[in-house]
């Protein structure tokens, strides 16, 4: 979704208006793409429905700058984590490899990997919020 | 619910590994509360923030083991930026989708597993995560989250004696006394002070255990760590487990393999001290405790906690060559083991405790890890739990705990066994070698009874007393003058080489801590 999403941004950019919100434009998009791959998926086990979808949504929306900023934030954390530590995430994150894939080319145990993320991602959302909370963003 | 439960059902949304219930309460409590969509957009945003950052110069990254830094992954421009922060937003709302369908998902074992019910007495907000299963000498400082044998998140403190957490994930946790423990999730814990022994089962998804400088994550492993006012030390006895330090930034990974140990000191835990393996002593399995308290003259004990499924059969208890065979003719599944009733009885704690339910017709052997064998004149002694589930007075319907002579003859064996237990008609016997004596009493159904019995081998027989002892009696600390049944004296056998419990047909019971020893006070001693 996330790629396909990027995607279909990409082709669209020439349809956006330049003085209008790049966000809601975009997010419009998103949220089309969403609602169709849930239409496709609708036979899956587990997913979300579309009212909270839909409410997610309208709430990232309003939160747009709030988002900026933390992703801004993630960026300054991340570059205080270790090389090995930023390792682990990129290979885990770069969406090239399943966690599997990664946990047996760091010769370890998945499980071991699971836990191992989601400490950095603990550490990582603690330093997000502190930066935050430092620049009265939160 | 609390913030714990949202991030953990987050967590397990992300790792794919959330149940259809789980997917559902966090779909209603998304739906209805701001506060918790605040949360999983947060986390979200962080998601969508690790795979924009990550995944924006992948076609060129190289191999893995030489990452691109993050100081290198400049901003792009304001087009890619742009749509960088429009995926990270658009994932927002579909990466919980695209999660539980990524194809690598594995199946979830744990969220497969059937929750426990949850007792009245604990609040609906509190998640229990597990059972105290076991508990020798124990006296607690601060036991608020254990309640009637289950436990939730939160700190507990043991001055002294060992504790046997089981958490509902696949881990046992072995508290060694004084011990502070906090328990977090289903699956990790921090310890703040004492010695712990971890068992990362087969079928728990692994375990993490944080201290004060340190993450320790399992590889599927048997491990024990204590601390000290100066340092941690790290034993591992199986597998191996993977020592993080926690300051930010701090680019140190040690791997402990199997029968190796290592010491970090509190102020410096980026540097490894190889110590000698097993030096400390670390109460691995709770059973041990027990023998400890026995004085560690118990011969045989088994308090039936791992008999269940296929995986421990054989684990429970000690002293026994093997683990329980069924000793019918059929070869079908052994008896049950469900959870004991919750109560103290005769001074054993039984809450959060298992026990072994006998069906009709259940007849089960173990055999001793060494023949048993008595000099003349020597005794043995041997108690058992015992609560008769159903009606009896009906023929074949008694329950038998035997004593099996060591002999290669099967008809010696059967005509030499020396058995005591509880008739058809629910009246104690004593069977010594084929002399049956027998109580007038009459036990109650339905009621717990301690059975200690005596077996004396003197110069030329032998003789086996039971006393029985009822609810609200008290257990005397020495050998009773009068016993319910006296036997009658009978050449009888001076070495045993297994035991073995038969129920009849007609009747059910439940049968728990079964010791045999040389002593009264080794038998009935207090478990507590």
């Known amino acids: ?57 309208q709430e990232a929306a309003e939160e747009e700058s709030l988002s900026e900023s933390r992703l801004e934030a993630l960026r300054r954390c991340l570059s205080q984590l270790s090389k090995r530590q930023q390792a682990i995430l990129q290979q885990c994150y770069s969406g090239t490899e399943s966690i599997t894939a990664v946990a047996k080319q760091l010769g370890r145990e998945r499980t071991a990997l699971y836990k191992q993320l989601a400490r950095l991602r603990e550490k990582l959302l603690a330093c997000i919020q502190l930066r935050l909370a430092q620049e009265g963003t939160s | 619910m609390s913030d714990e439960i949202l991030q953990q ?22 739906k209805t509360d701001a506060a918790a969509r605040h949360v999983f957009r947060e986390r979200m945003d962080l998601e969508a923030g690790l795979r924009t950052l990550f995944a924006a110069d992948v076609s060129d990254q190289p ?80 036991a608020a989250s254990l309640q009637e044998g289950r436990f939730a998140p939160g700190t507990i403190k043991l001055t002294s004696g060992a504790a046997e957490l089981r958490f509902d994930s696949g881990t046992n946790v072995v508290l060694n006394g004084p011990c502070e423990l906090a328990i977090e999730t289903g699956d990790s814990a921090r310890l703040l002070a004492g010695s712990v022994f971890v068992d990362v089962t087969e079928v728990s998804n692994g375990f993490l255990l944080a201290t004060p400088e340190a993450q320790i994550i399992d590889e599927g492993t048997h491990y024990a760590v204590a601390l000290d006012s100066q340092a941690t030390e790290v034993h591992v006895f199986d597998g191996s487990v993977i020592w993080t330090p926690t300051e930010f930034g701090t680019d140190f990974e040690d791997r402990i393999p199997s029968g190796e140990a290592r010491r970090y000191l509190r102020g410096d835990p980026g540097r490894a001290h190889r110590i000698p393996f097993g030096k400390r002593q670390f109460v691995r399995r709770i059973e041990e405790a027990v023998r400890a308290t026995g004085g560690g003259d118990l011969l045989a004990y088994d308090g039936f906690e791992n008999l269940a499924g296929q995986l421990r059969r054989g684990r429970s208890g000690f002293g026994w060559a093997g683990g329980w065979e069924s000793a019918g003719r059929g070869r079908g599944s052994l008896a049950e083991v469900i959870d ?37 004149p020597s005794t043995l002694f041997v108690s058992v739990l015992v609560s008769q589930q159903s009606s009896v007075d009906e023929a074949g319907s008694s329950l038998q705990i035997v004593l099996e002579p060591a002999s290669d003859s099967v008809r010696y064996a059967r005509r030499h066994s020396v058995t005591f237990g509880i008739s058809s008609e629910g009246r104690p016997f ?47 600390p020495l050998p009773p003058t009068a016993w319910t049944v006296h036997g009658t004296a009978s050449p009888g056998p001076m070495e045993f080489k297994s035991l073995r419990i038969t129920q009849g047909t007609g009747s059910a019971t439940h049968v728990d801590e079964l010791r045999i020893g040389p002593s009264w006070n080794v038998v009935v001693g207090p478990t507590e």
């Open chain 1, 1 to 57: 979704m996330f790629q396909k999403t990027s995607i279909v941004l990409w082709k669209k950019m020439s349809e956006f208006d330049r003085d209008g919100s790049f966000f809601h434009w975009a997010c419009g998009i998103a949220f089309n793409e969403v609602r169709n791959f849930l239409t496709v998926q609708r036979r899956s086990r587990l997913q979300f429905d579309l009212e909270l979808v839909e409410l997610l949504a």
């Open chain 2, 9 to 30: 059902q987050i967590n397990d949304l992300l790792n794919g590994t959330i149940s259809e219930a789980e997917h559902r309460t966090l779909q209603d409590r998304l």
């Open chain 2, 63 to 142: 191999a893995v083991t030489s990452p691109k830094p993050v100081s290198e992954l400049r901003r792009p421009d304001w087009w890619r930026w742009r749509v960088a922060l429009i995926a990270t937003a658009a994932s927002i709302v579909v990466f919980a989708v695209w999660w539980t369908q990524r194809p690598d998902r594995a199946r979830p074992e744990l969220a497969e597993q059937p929750r426990q019910t949850t007792p009245q007495e604990i609040q609906p907000t509190e998640r229990l995560l597990g059972r105290l299963v076991q508990q020798a000498d124990c006296v607690w400082q601060q």
């Open chain 2, 340 to 376: 004991a009733p919750p109560g103290v009885v005769f001074g054993i704690e039984r809450s959060g405790r298992r026990l072994l339910a006998l069906r009709g017709g259940d007849s089960l052997r173990r055999e001793f890890e060494k023949p048993i064998a008595l000099t003349s």
């Open chain 2, 430 to 476: 004593v069977n010594n070698a084929g002399t049956i004596d027998e109580s007038a009493l009459l036990l109650t159904v339905g009621e717990p009874h301690l059975l200690v019995f005596r077996y004396e081998a003197r110069a030329r027989d032998a003789v086996g007393s039971l006393r029985i002892y009822q609810s609200g009696d008290t257990v005397e």
